[in-house]
């Protein structure tokens, strides 16, 4: 049992003895004996309900507290002991509750856009605005500048009031709008790739808004990572087909232009040695059968793309993506 359903137990008593040691009448022992039950009774509740909103990510609106089949009693209990706090009149927050949650449900919201991407795993870039991402009612027009990066915009799957989170679809409505188009390529490709969501759903699906339609007519499971849909993004816009995720030497490679130039995308957190001898070994073999191989990494695909760029295209302009 927590220290806050605890604190719901206001006084213990055994047969006829307080704690202070004072003895008391046989009605009186039994009068308090049933409120030690109903005072242990009202802490498991207590217990329950902060474990049940702790799963939920430490909010929840009283709504959905009263269809789990709590009661507004319950919840003035856990609340007077301090096991929740309100956030406005209708949610409830553990302590120990995410911070962009708290700010989401203080501002009647849900989480959205590059916050939301980001809890699911997916590749997000570094610069994501100021504070959380939190989509709002149209009502909902005088927020403090700085307390979240706000999206008023209604995405495609209709969503309850008392949502704390923004679906699938409707968080890359928000990327499309709210990123430069590479960056939301990026997300929706990483979305893709871990499969929160189908290709055949994003081609369906009515997005209202030209960027996201226009994303979804691109959006490749291909790319095995972010760097990857930028690079073969900015590779296409330089006029460079490149194919990807081509299995040669007994390994899948990034990408392969013409016949015989390779590229190969460096994540942020490359290498671990092992991985990077592994590397170097395949790309020795890679050389040894007419291969030219160019490697880049996170630092030069975000913020060096000219070096990246005109190294591919000096390649091609000495014919190195041609067989001999």
């Known amino acids: 049992m927590s220290a806050q359903a605890r604190g719901c137990l206001h006084r213990r008593t055994d047969a006829g003895v307080l704690p202070s040691g004072r003895c008391i009448a046989p009605g009186q022992a039994a009068a308090a004996q049933t409120d030690h039950v109903d005072s242990r009774a009202r802490a498991a509740r207590t217990a329950a309900l902060h474990a049940w909103i702790a799963q939920r990510g430490g909010v929840a609106h009283s709504r959905d507290v009263l269809a789990e089949g709590f009661s507004r009693h319950d919840m003035a209990c856990a609340v007077s002991c301090g096991a929740l706090r309100r956030i406005r009149r209708s949610w409830l927050a553990t302590g120990a509750a995410d ?35 939190v989509a709002v009612p149209h009502s909902r027009s ?34 499309a709008r709210c990123l430069p188009r590479i960056d939301a390529l ?72 013409g016949e015989r130039l390779i590229t190969q995308i460096d994540g942020f957190a490359h290498h671990q040695a092992a991985e990077r001898r592994r590397d170097i070994r395949h790309d020795a073999r890679l050389a040894l059968q007419g291969y030219t191989v160019l490697r880049f990494d996170y630092q030069q695909i975000l913020f060096d793309w000219g070096h990246v760029e005109a190294t591919v295209l000096l390649a091609l302009a000495q014919g190195l993506h041609r067989a001999s």
């Open 99 to 133: 911070a962009a949650a708290r700010t989401a449900a203080e501002l009647g919201g849900r989480l959205t856009c590059v916050t939301r991407a980001a809890r699911l795993g997916l590749w997000v870039p570094t610069s994501v605005g100021d504070g959380p991402h």
């Open 186 to 257: 990026a997300v929706w490709e990483s979305a893709l790739r871990h499969r929160h969501v189908d290709p055949d759903i994003l081609a369906r699906t009515q997005w209202r808004s030209s960027r996201a339609a226009e994303l979804a007519a691109q959006a490749s499971v291909l790319s095995d990572s972010g760097l990857e849909t930028i690079f073969v993004d900015g590779m296409r816009r330089a006029g460079v087909a490149v194919r990807q995720q081509v299995w040669i030497a007994g390994h899948v490679v990034d990408g392969l232009v």
């Open 142 to 175: 005088h927020i403090a500048r700085g307390v979240a990066t706000v999206h008023w915009a209604s995405g495609p799957v209709p969503v309850g009031p008392t949502s704390t989170q923004e679906p699938v679809l409707n968080m890359l409505f928000h990327v």
